[in-house]
C-alpha cells in the first residue's frame, strides 16, 4: 500500500491559497467578479482609444494611459484579492474590513469617470485640453464604458454596504446608558 504525501510544501500552500483567492464566498463574490471583469472590458475600451486622445491633446492620452492602468490594476486586485492572505497565504484576520479602501477608490475613480465622460459630451472639456468648450461626440464605446464604470461602482457600492464593520461599543458604556 502506498503512503500519499501530505506533508504541506511552499508550492502546494501557494497552488491552494491561489485557489481559495479566485472562489471564494460566492455572495460577495458575484459582486466582486462582476466589478472585476466590468473594469478590465472597460479598460480594454479605453485601451482601444488611447491613440484617439493623443490625437486630440497629448495629456487626454496620457490620462487615458493612468486610467487604463488604474482599471486593470484595480479589476486584478479584485481578483486576486491581496489584502485577504498574508505573505505565507495564509487568512488574514479581518479580511473583508482590509478591501474596503480598494473597493472605495474603485467607486470614486469611476463615479468621477462617468461624471466627465457626461460633462464633456454636454458642454465639453472644463477647464483645460485641446478643445476646452466644446462638446465631444457620443459613441457608443462611450457609452459602454460609461455603462460599464457605472457598474462597477454600483457593485463595490454593495459590497462597501454588504460589509460595514459592525459597531461594538464598551460594556462600560452599555451599561451607563442603561441607566
Known sequence: MTQIDTTVT??????????????LAPARVGLRRTAALALLGVALIHALHVSDQFGVWAPYGMAMIVIVTAQITLGAALLLQPWRYDALGADRPRADQRARPYYWNGVVVNVALVVLYVVSRAAGMPLVGGETGDAQPTTLAGVVASLGEGGAAACLLALLRREQPSIVRPAASRASSMS
Open 10 to 23: 511552499p508550492l502546494r500552500a501557494m497552488g491552494r491559497v491561489a485557489a481559495r483567492r479566485l472562489w
